[in-house]
């Protein structure tokens, strides 16, 4: 009975073991995954470089893909998805090469488009089957599954109005209704609220979190309001004039700004960034008026009155960086034109 006892217990630890280790494979494997990964991707229309040389990776998950409108967003994706020709570089979409899988990897994608997409004449439904029936599915299938996407966004009422009567926001939904139809691993949507009101932007939003959680897909989120990203996006991927100025972890990009001054002096700056990098302060950036600088200890602000005092420069604004997107991103553009 002992050895038997022993022989039991030995075979569940054995169990346990193996179990664990699938899972803490599975939890690696989730993190390190790439969605997208491009390398020296650019795209060139004539002479304007709209993607210049791009070198980026999007994360599974939920990434804010974000640019100033003509920062080479809509490009990046059209290029992606073969609609545009590349100059140099490659991608590859969930592993797959975008050259030699280029069917593969349309059918594993959505594309929720920025400029109209929708064909008059079609009802709701009959569209949304349609952009199913493009990607392989059987009729029957893809008109099962059109009728349960427009229940999900949000116009299960009006599937059978054509499509030319909706107003803007249903018609943003039913851009995005044909985009997930087909189950897609990865979501791309531009400017998904485009043109629509506070309400419907709101709604919008709370799709977008509802798609990523409910459906289980990444999803590629291009817009210029940061506002969008910082509410519905993990990761951010910035990007400008076709070249990327950041890509990290929402909460990391505002973290960097924990225990940080913005300070504006006049008098002798270069010796008063000296005496406070002597002091253990770090320079976090600068345009000509404004220096932002992290502190070595919370709430050390009598460094910063201390370096005023030894270097004898007036102190004209001295606040805490309270940091949102949209200030980073515009730091980060100030800087990237700094080392033109």
Excluded: W
Aim: proline share 3%; charged share 25%; aromatic share 6%.
């Amino acid at each position: 009975m002992i050895g038997m006892k022993h022989h039991f217990e030995f075979i569940v630890g054995i169990v346990i073991f193996v179990q664990t280790a699938i899972l803490i494979s599975r939890m690696i494997i989730r993190e390190v995954f790439l969605a997208v990964l491009l390398d020296k991707f650019t795209v060139v229309y004539g002479k304007k470089m709209a993607v210049d040389h791009l070198s980026v990776s999007f994360p599974e998950g939920a990434t804010g893909l974000l640019g100033v409108n003509g920062a080479g967003k809509s490009s990046l994706i059209k290029g992606l998805l073969g609609l545009v020709p590349l100059i140099d570089g490659s991608a590859t979409v969930m592993g797959k090469d975008i050259h030699t899988d280029s069917r593969q990897v349309r059918q594993i994608i959505g594309y929720m488009p920025e400029d109209d997409c929708l064909i008059p004449g079609l009802t709701g439904v009959e569209l949304v089957r349609y952009a199913g029936e493009l990607v392989g599915m059987p009729g029957t299938d893809a008109m099962q599954r059109a009728h349960d996407v427009l229940f999900a966004v949000g116009l299960g009422e009006a599937r059978y109005r054509n499509v030319e009567s909706y107003s803007s926001g249903m018609q943003q939904r039913v851009k995005l209704a044909q985009a997930i139809v087909h189950h897609p691993k990865l979501l791309f949507m531009d400017e998904p609220t485009s043109g629509m009101d506070p309400k419907g932007r709101q709604e919008m939003l709370e799709l977008i979190q509802y798609i990523s959680s409910k459906f289980d897909m990444s999803i590629v989120l291009a817009t210029h309001i940061l506002a969008d990203v910082e509410r519905t996006c993990d990761h951010v991927v910035m990007i400008h004039e076709g070249r990327a100025l950041v890509q990290d972890r929402v909460d990391d990009l505002r973290g960097e700004y924990i225990n940080t001054v913005t300070i504006r002096v006049e008098g002798d700056r270069k010796k008063f960034q000296e005496i406070l990098v002597k002091k253990g302060c770090t320079l976090l950036g600068e345009d000509r008026q404004l220096l932002d600088v992290k502190l070595p200890d919370k709430g050390n602000e009598q460094l910063i009155l201390k370096a005023v005092i030894e270097t004898g420069v007036v102190l004209r604004k001295l606040v805490p960086s309270i940091q949102t997107l949209e200030e980073v991103f515009v730091k980060r553009v100030k800087g990237q034109h700094a080392d033109l």
